[in-house]
């Protein structure tokens, strides 16, 4: 019975806890706005690209002009990428097989910052016909199965095969204790967080992959068994991204073939989301880059796209990508360097398209008599494989720099160099990064809608602001009970969203009714109400707003600076409304909108808050008062967010980067600078 008793008053708790949560303001299925505004805005800004591409491929000049311009774009997006220097290669171990042998490579990529990988070398003399081969994302990586059978095809088939442990796979984990145990969920995580590390510097991790690969040719290159003019490059997933990104760099290559190709382009983004840190480049999408232009980059030399038809990459998508290719190909008079092979299973690069890779490179780089078919030799195990002596590089080498080290120094040197930039010149740099004004885009309408009155007395107007071209914005407002008008104002953004302030501040709010505060509550997109829902966000990326992060920086527009738009927003309808423009204003937010407040106050327009007026000084005669100009911000008092960007990168490991992030933003500013120039107008929490 007591049982029963203790469930019944559950379920009444539950029950009232509900019959309290406010409605909410939007009144649609408010979780789907940002990533459905967000799409809206990839499909927008791919109509110039269909357009100019379409135009192009009437003519080999235009299409010549085209694959140019995408090569130099993407360039752009990339990133800066360093220097060479001393690959300082070894061979550590070899392990002979029938018809070749397997050679343990280590080299220098970057002083100190050392990579793993296995060289397969037939036997005979002369020169021979080579081969890249990127891996995918298996844990195993140059030692997965699928992997050691497709080089030791091509090594069958007469062609030294370079495979290579990307970052933070195979041997070169780059977050690990000190045993070299993993740190994160694997090679994904690791790729997502190093790429917000590389992006605050300005550099992306793609471009750390991709160098790792060029020095890797290079090294290939210094070997006399390889003819420098018959190269080419393969890989499966995300070594097929590899491998596009890089036949979209290196010149070298003269054939190419992608197997279940990713890359973030529109229908990707929309089908799948975004993808991994080693695919991502923040603004590849302002940039116009999608996914068939890495292909076209590399034309008319030979390219072959495998895919499987059962694939979670979308084959709609690869027929459509192949189309645009097999075009360019055609306007530039080699409408059979293009092809596609097309199998009926899934992900990976299956036996059939092995055997299509290899049939493809000995076409293309001058590989006569028949070809060698597949034996029915097993893989090898890992450790035979392994070319360090710990099984990975962070364990091996005292003197091992990882990528995490590389950007945390990185981040330092830029912090000595940039110095402590203030006044008008910070408010430009932050201008500049954010890429928005406080006056752009006008307030089309503002919908009042119906009053929240909550058991305390408090009584809300709810609000709809909407701006020219962006997400509408649900508020609410809080004036002072009684004819006393308000002191001042408090406009309040809440990292968990309005619902969480009216459950758990009440005490906060009537503290600010007795002294006299209107209160405006808002959720910042992404927050609150359009909070994007867990399921489209897969924890392994550390983010739990991920979708709409990403999408946001391939669009140019990170989120960050999006939500500085929305607190403009919120200023513009303040100075046009009567009750509130000339109240002190105090701008309080927590969590992810700790740091917009911060960038928001320090960009706060100026506002006249003393009317020209005549006025009698006393002595008879009559004057004009001067207007008196302010920030609009009086004061902001902020909790959470981080006190540097430089923490993500002493903290590698740490979680929601992507809220946070400004790509290049370290080259410029930091947190501490917009602390230390809104001076007393920051006031604690």
């Not at 197997?259 to 989301?273: D, H, K, P, Q």
């Not at 829902?533 to 992060?549: G, H, L, S, T, V």
Request: proline residues 7%; contains cysteine; hydrophobic residues 40%.
């Amino acid at each position: 019975m007591m049982k029963k008793i203790i469930a019944a008053l559950f379920v009444l708790a539950a029950f009232r806890a509900h019959a309290q949560a406010p409605t909410p303001v939007l009144d649609w299925k408010a979780p789907t706005t940002l990533p459905t505004y967000l799409l809206q805005q990839v499909h927008q800004q791919y109509v110039p690209r269909r357009a100019a591409l379409d135009a192009a491929l009437t003519s080999a000049a235009g299409t010549a002009a085209y694959r140019d311009s995408a090569r130099a774009r993407f360039r752009r997006v990339l990133g800066p990428l360093p220097a060479r220097t001393p690959l300082r290669a070894r061979v550590v171990g070899t392990v002979p097989q029938m018809g070749f042998r397997i050679e343990k490579i280590i080299y220098e990529s970057l002083p100190h910052h050392h990579v793993t990988a296995n060289l397969y070398v037939p036997e005979g003399v002369g020169k021979k016909p080579a081969a890249l081969l990127f891996c995918g994302h298996e844990n195993a990586s140059k030692a997965t199965p699928s992997y050691q059978l497709t080089a030791r095809l091509l090594a069958r088939n007469g062609f030294v095969v370079l495979v290579i442990d990307p970052v933070s796979q195979g041997e070169r984990m780059q977050l690990t204790d000190a045993s070299g145990k993993s740190l994160t969920r694997g090679g994904t995580t690791e790729h997502t967080l190093l790429n917000a590390e590389a992006n605050l510097l300005g550099r992306t991790l793609p471009a750390e992959e991709l160098w790792d690969n060029v020095r890797g040719l290079d090294y290939l290159l210094t070997r006399p068994e390889v003819d420098a003019a018959r190269v080419g490059c393969l890989g499966n997933s995300g070594g097929a991204t590899q491998t596009a990104y890089f036949m979209g760099y290196d010149e070298r290559v003269k054939v190419a073939a992608l197997c279940s190709y990713v890359a973030a382009g529109e229908r990707n983004l929309t089908l799948t989301g975004p993808a991994d840190g080693c695919v991502m480049l923040p603004g590849a999408g302002a940039a116009g880059l999608d996914v068939a232009d890495w292909p076209i980059m590399f034309a008319p030399k030979p390219v072959l796209l495998l895919t499987g038809r059962y694939d979670f990459v979308d084959q709609t998508d690869m027929e459509a990508a192949y189309a645009d290719v097999h075009r360019a190909y055609g306007a530039l008079g080699q409408p059979a360097q293009a092809a596609i092979f097309t199998y009926d299973d899934g992900h990976g690069i299956s036996a059939p398209k092995r055997a299509a890779a290899v049939a493809w490179f000995r076409r293309w780089l001058g590989v006569g008599g028949p070809a060698v078919p597949e034996d029915a030799a097993l893989a090898l195990p890992e450790t035979t494989l392994r070319c360090t002596t710990t099984g990975q590089v962070n364990t091996s080498f005292k003197d091992e720099q990882t990528l995490a080290d590389l950007h945390r120094a990185e981040a330092q040197a830029l912090a000595a160099r940039r110095g402590r930039p203030t006044g008008a010149a910070l408010t430009a740099l932050v201008g500049q990064q954010l890429g928005i004004s406080s006056e752009k885009g006008q307030i089309t309408s503002i919908d009042a809608g119906d009053t929240l009155r909550q058991p305390s007395g408090l009584v809300w107007q709810n609000l709809i602001l909407r701006r020219s071209g962006e997400p509408p914005l649900p508020a609410r407002l809080l004036l002072p009970a009684g004819p006393t008008p308000p002191a001042r104002l408090v406009v309040w953004l809440p990292d968990r969203g309005m619902a969480a302030v009216l459950r758990d501040s009440a005490n906060r709010l009537a503290t600010y009714q007795r002294q006299g505060s209107a209160v405006l509550l808002a959720d910042l997109r992404g927050l609150g109400e359009t909070t994007d829902p867990a399921a489209f966000n897969d924890p392994k990326y550390y983010n739990q707003e991920y979708r709409d992060a990403l999408l946001a920086l391939h669009l140019g527009r990170p989120l960050l600076a999006q939500r500085v738009l929305d607190v403009s927003t919120l200023l513009r309808f303040i100075r046009n409304e009567n009750r509130l423009w000339q109240l002190p204003l105090l701008l309080r937010a927590d969590g992810r909108a700790a740091l917009v407040a911060l960038h928001a106050a320090l960009l706060s327009p100026l506002v006249v808050k003393v009317p020209t007026t005549d006025v009698n000084d006393g002595n008879g005669s009559a004057h004009s008062t001067p207007r008196t100009y302010k920030p609009q911000i009086d004061q902001v008092q902020v909790s959470g967010g981080p006190a540097s960007w430089l923490y993500y990168l002493e903290n590698p490991t740490a979680k929601e980067a992507y809220s946070e992030l400004l790509p290049g933003v370290l080259r410029h500013y930091d947190v501490p600078d917009l602390r230390r120039e809104l001076g007393s107008r920051l006031v604690g929490y």
